[in-house]
């Protein structure tokens, strides 16, 4: 499933985008996710309109932590910086899945404007 929801074509065209991740000063903490599988456990939640408490374990990551990484990546402006590339590339054959992609981003950038919706 996890294939379906971010192809490889869709996670070369994400993952640029992402915060990246870096560590505490005083070091310590866990380390960091696999950043597709949290991606492709958000996009679920996201595209399902599942609630965060119910992601499914078969993902490999627990519901705070797709939740965390939602809210960080949503105050870093990851659904609109994605939304700008997307409308960029609006036409040409850069992504396979433009219109799969537009989805998670409109469904996003939903949840952020409509906090009570993020459940």
Do not use: Y
Request: glycine share 6%; net charge neutral; with cysteine.
């Amino acid at each position: 499933m996890s294939e379906r929801l971010v192809s490889d074509n869709l996670w070369s065209f994400v993952a640029p985008a992402l915060p990246s991740f870096s560590s505490r000063p005083q070091g310590g903490g866990t380390a960091p996710t696999n950043a597709r599988t949290v991606f492709t456990a958000v996009v679920f939640v996201l595209t399902s309109d599942c609630a965060w408490r119910h992601l499914p374990q078969t993902f490999g990551i627990s519901q705070a932590t797709a939740h965390r990484h939602f809210r960080m990546w949503s105050k870093a402006g990851l659904w609109n910086h994605l939304d700008l590339l997307l409308t960029e590339t609006d036409g040409t054959e850069d992504i396979d899945d433009h219109s799969w992609a537009r989805t998670i981003v409109v469904a996003a950038l939903s949840r952020t404007a409509h906090p009570a919706a993020d459940r």
